[in-house]
Structure formats: C-alpha cells, structure tokens
C-alpha cells in the first residue's frame, strides 16, 4: 500500500478504538477486522493523539448521520465512497446502494477481512489507480441522472487544486445529480494545529497538498452550492469527545473551530 493508503489504517484504527471505547461516537464494530500488525504498527505513532482522534471519529459519525438521513428518505439510494479506505458503511447502515473505489492493494485486503457476501446492502468495489486511471471511465456501470451521494472523506486534504477540480469534474459529469459529502480543511488550521499529525504522516511517506483558507470554495467554483458545514472540533464537544468549552471555541479559538469541518455540497444542474 502507498503511504497516502497506508492513512486508512489510521482511520480505521480509531474507530477501533472507538468501536471498543465505553461510549463510542460512530460504533465501528467492523473495523478491528483491518487492524492486522501492519495496521497496528502504523496506528502506533497516532494512538496518542486526543484531539485529532477524536476529530476523526467525529467525522465518521457526522457522516454517519448525514447518509442515515438521507437513506430513511431514499432507502435505495446511489451512494459512491471515493478513496473508501476501509469504511464499512455498507455493513453498518440501513440500506443503499454502495460503490467503494480505491487502489487495487486496498480493496484486495478489504475483500479479505470483509467480503461482499457479508452485508446485506448490495455494494460493488472497484480497484482503481488514481495517478493513471480515469475517475470518469471507473463510474461509467452507474453514469446518469438518478441521485447519489459521493462521499469523499479524508482525501480533499491530499489533492492539489487541479487534482481535486478533475475529479469533481468527472463526478459532475458522470452522476449529475449528486450530493457530495466531504472534509475540509484551512491551511491555518493545518499549519497552527496540523503539526503533530502531518509529521506522522511525512513519516509513512506522505503529506498533505498545499492547501487554502477558503476551500470551500474552490468546490462551489468547480459547480456546486453548500448545503451544510458542520465543525469537527464543535461537534466533537457535543458528543463528549473533547473537553473545550463551547464558549471558548466561539471565542478564543474560532480558528480550531472553524479550520476543519465536514460538509454537504449539492451538484448544480
């Protein structure tokens, strides 16, 4: 695996950990299947790590929320993870239909530990080289005007500028009608509060594209128009995950509170 793949195992880590936490946030009870040694070794230089921990599980849980939404209103609903790592959404949640694409080395490992036939959802998984392979040509089998959702997390952060405007170019092209669910974050944010995790990262191999203190709207000029943005770090207070007071994050640290959030963008027609 890549060093930028080798981050799902982080990921997937904590919300192992979570999963096994006396009041976990998202309840991944599918990912301890991925912790392999490998896994664990690599999860060992972020294991403690609170706050960004607990901002990737919050995430995960955000997210959570967002599909569980929107599939009691469309239970059969087109979802697509883009760089799925070792999500495993299509297990947990109450129906969709799921796409998962990432490298080829990555969804051979998760067709291992968590095969197709275990879940109850239908779910496709399609191996694909980002640096060769055209996004467009991958998503043709479900190309068309029935609404989706794509779902891109952790990986906004990865993508330089014109990397992230092809690929929501070839989804705007390919699935029209869809919701994009994604994570983004300031380059304020990275460089005041970032230096801890970026430093594990340059250590597996990989780093972080250059990033903005506007990139949301580099999504909205590539075609669409925010629907919702919720903070990772106010969230987290909420459920408990971190211990900063509300008003000490509308105050003093608005950059923390406002430097990495989830959102929800809607393609325009």
């Not at 040509?137 to 014109?162: C, D, H, I, N, R």
């Not at 075609?223 to 987290?236: F, I, N, P």
Request: proline share 6%; hydrophobic share 40%; glycine share 8%.
């Amino acid at each position: 695996m890549d060093p930028i793949a080798k981050t799902a195992y982080y990921c997937c880590g904590v919300r192992a950990a979570d999963a096994a936490s006396a009041k976990p946030i998202c309840g991944d009870s599918f990912a301890q299947r991925f912790m392999t040694p490998e896994a664990l070794e690599v999860f060992k230089g972020f294991a403690g790590m609170t706050y960004p921990n607990a901002s990737n599980a919050t995430r995960a849980r955000i997210i959570d929320d967002w599909l569980r939404e929107r599939l009691k209103a469309t239970p059969d609903l087109r979802i697509v993870l883009i760089g799925a790592g070792f999500d495993t959404r299509a297990y947990r949640l109450g129906g969709g239909r799921w796409v998962e694409l990432d490298q080829p080395s990555l969804i051979a490992r998760k067709n291992e530990a968590l095969p197709l036939a275990e879940t109850k959802n239908p779910l496709q998984r399609v191996a694909i080289d980002f640096s060769t392979d055209s996004l467009a040509e991958k998503l043709k089998p479900w190309a068309g005007e029935q609404p989706a959702v794509v779902v891109m997390e952790g990986v906004s952060m990865y993508l330089t500028q014109p990397q992230l405007r092809a690929t929501l170019d070839a989804l705007r092209q390919t699935l029209p009608r869809h919701v994009l669910i994604c994570d983004l974050m300031t380059a304020s944010f990275a460089r005041r509060y970032g230096g801890q995790i970026r430093a594990e990262i340059a250590r597996l191999g990989g780093q972080f594209a250059p990033l903005t203190d506007d990139p949301a709207q580099a999504v909205i000029e590539a075609g669409y128009m925010q629907r919702e943005r919720v903070s990772m770090m106010a969230r987290a207070g909420e459920l408990g995950a971190i211990k900063i007071p509300s008003f000490v994050l509308n105050t003093f640290l608005r950059t923390l509170r406002d430097g990495y959030c989830a959102y929800r963008f809607e393609a325009k027609g």
